[in-house]
């Protein structure tokens, strides 16, 4: 019905721009080239009217965001039960249908449910039951719309995920936690000095982060779920860009406790650093590849900063930008075959790239030209990165070729140094 | 009938005394200014207390006005740089000798020296760009006899700009290192 190489081939999206309701301060626009796309009938789910959060519109905006999805209105309503008039779907132009239903249980919590059916076929491509608490109705729709998007384009969603990003409005900085829609941010840590740097933990957890409340730059890392916070790095000089190892053990941090900035590694609780690169020359944003045997880093070691790569227990550094004279910020995909990075061009122009580990190619992402920060998506399809226009740092997201870009509106505040999170939280 | 003036020789010893005081108090008044006062603030002292051990009871320390600003901060707190730069210049060299001299006279006296940069380029890279001036800072004081246990060089980077702006004017006031007594 929809082949997987369909879904991924024609990532495109809405010809006109859509504007989805502003729930919260953040808004997303869609611009891009249109494609084919999946057309689906998305019904209200019963009762969800009698929760404090409706589930289909959560649902919808995903799917919609994605580009890959049309939708089809009209249809009759139904639940996840029975069968549903599969003629009068396919007499509107739908492919799949999802239908489901919100109850209240005794327990205070709410039983969500729902069913996905292949409209062409005729048949019945499962569904789930899941008890939610209020405040993860919006968690429950969004794993919906993951599952929905795994079955139909054969891919894991990143629907279900979080961001962290950094705000600067009124003279406060504030290190915040939203959802990958932009919706449900909850301040994490608030401060009149500056914050920088954060970086999810693999596990999805903890957030390290740089701040200067004690007017040096000092390496925290916090639970996000208690507020629990402890010093993991606060040497003498400057302590900054946390990177976690895959197992989530190990930090990487560039200190300057031995003269210059170099990248040390600490055990996560914090201790004893041990010495990575060795240099006299200016190396940092260290950022491990996945199987952690390596780190990918910034070094101005060749009279410029250009990104270079080393092996953690030992071995040289090998270069690996030698395009342009300003290359910072690497992030590595998942799969290790993507780096994306940011490339200063012509004087004062910053950015994002990516490059094609294996035969060096390089594709532009962007069209904006003040760029920084990219962070990929735990299913390597999508970046985030954190961009000025007209006089407002924003967030945005882009599919890795540049073709598809939303972008996340704030209320006013500048917003900066967005990294994506991991599945699972 | 015009008298000339004449002392008697009790008048003589206690003119003596209160001469030999003011110039001990101008002695000592001037020492504790230089050594303990903060340079912002410049009233005098009323000499109350025994001058330091390590101080001569004999020595004068001259306050010369032309070189101090008796106005504003006399010993200055920040050295600017060229784009992309560390060096510490040359016209910077007084600002350098006043705090080494500060630095010199007390050693209990501790200074922590922040670099930073103007906003173009990443926030980690210029982070070390600013850690590099900071050392440079250092460097240059530790030439002067600064012991390195006086200081800690940090850096904000981009983060706390002097100036807002986005010209070359804006960015020239923000790629500096501040000298910060703690």
């Known amino acids: 019905m929809w082949n997987r190489r369909n879904a991924l081939g024609a990532l495109g999206a809405l010809g006109t721009t859509v504007a989805l309701p502003a729930l919260a301060q953040f808004r997303v626009e869609i611009a891009g080239i249109g494609a084919t796309q999946l057309p689906i009938a998305l019904l209200r789910f019963r009762d969800e009217e009698n929760s404090s ?14 580009g890959l999805f049309r939708f089809v209105d009209g249809a009759a309503q139904h639940d996840e039960t029975g069968s549903p008039s599969f003629n009068d779907l396919r007499g509107r132009g739908a492919d799949a249908l999802v239908a489901g239903s919100v109850a209240r249980l005794a327990d205070g919590r709410f039983d969500v449910r729902y069913k996905l059916w292949d409209v062409v076929k005729g048949s019945d491509l499962g569904g789930q039951s899941l008890a939610v608490p209020a405040p993860d109705l919006r968690l429950a729709a969004h794993r919906i719309a993951d599952a929905i998007y795994e079955k139909l384009t054969g891919e894991k969603g990143v629907f279900a995920t979080r961001i ?8 406060r900085y504030a290190l915040r936690v939203a959802d990958a829609d932009g919706e449900g941010g909850q301040v994490a840590v608030t401060s009149g000095e500056p914050i920088i740097s954060p970086a999810w933990s693999p596990n999805g957890k903890e957030l390290a982060y740089v701040s200067f409340e004690s007017h040096k730059p000092v390496v925290y890392v916090q639970d996000t779920s208690t507020g629990a916070r402890r010093q993991v790095a606060n040497f003498r000089g400057s302590n900054s860009a946390p990177a976690w190892s895959p197992d989530g053990q190990t930090l990487a941090v560039t200190l300057s406790r031995e003269g210059g900035s170099q990248i040390f590694l600490m055990p996560r609780e914090g201790g004893t650093p041990r010495r990575v690169t060795q240099s006299s020359a200016i190396d940092t944003e260290p950022a491990f590849t996945p199987d952690g ?100 740092e924003v967030l945005m997201t882009s599919t890795l070729d540049g073709k598809i870009r939303t972008r996340l509106l704030t209320s006013g505040q500048d917003i900066r140094e967005p990294v994506w999170g991991p599945f699972g939280r | 009938m015009s008298q000339s003036l004449s002392f008697s020789p009790i008048q003589r010893a206690g003119l003596g005394a209160m001469l030999a005081a003011t110039l001990l108090a101008a002695g000592c008044a001037s020492s504790v200014k230089l050594d303990d006062t903060p340079v912002e603030t410049r009233t005098p002292k009323a000499v109350d207390s025994q001058p330091p051990a390590q101080t001569s009871q004999s020595g004068v320390n001259t306050v010369d006005l032309n070189k ?103 960015w020239a006031k923000n790629r500096r290192a501040e000298l910060k007594d703690r």
């Open chain 1, 53 to 66: 959060q409706p589930i289909s519109p959560v649902i919808r905006a995903d799917l919609e965001r994605s």
């Open chain 1, 164 to 171: 962290a990003y950094v705000t600067k409005g009124g003279g």
């Open chain 1, 293 to 392: 045997s390596a780190l990918y880093f910034v070094s101005d070691r060749g009279g410029s900063p250009q990104i270079y790569r080393q092996p953690v227990n030992g071995g040289n550094a090998e270069r690996v930008t030698f395009n342009g004279s300003y290359n910072i910020s690497p992030a590595i995909s998942p799969d290790g075959k993507t780096l994306a990075f940011v490339q200063r061009q012509g004087g004062s122009t910053f950015k994002v790239m990516t490059m094609d580990l294996a035969s060096g190619n390089l594709t532009t992402v962007s069209d904006t030209s003040d760029d920084e920060s990219p962070s990929f998506s735990p299913n390597g399809r999508f970046l985030i990165y954190a961009t000025r226009t007209r006089g407002q």
């Open chain 2, 68 to 170: 101090n600003d008796l106005g504003a901060s006399a010993v200055g707190k920040v050295v600017y740089f060229d784009f992309d730069s560390f060096v510490v210049k040359e016209e910077f060299r007084s600002v350098l000798e006043g705090n080494a001299k500060m630095l010199n006279a007390s050693k209990q006296r501790k200074l922590t020296i922040e670099g930073h940069t103007d906003e173009r380029g990443g926030r980690e890279y210029n982070l070390a760009l600013g850690q590099k001036r900071a050392e440079a800072v250092q460097k240059s004081l530790a030439l002067l006899g600064v012991a390195d246990g006086q200081m800690e060089s940090v850096s904000y980077g981009e983060e706390r700009p002097a100036v807002q702006g986005s010209d070359e004017a804006a």
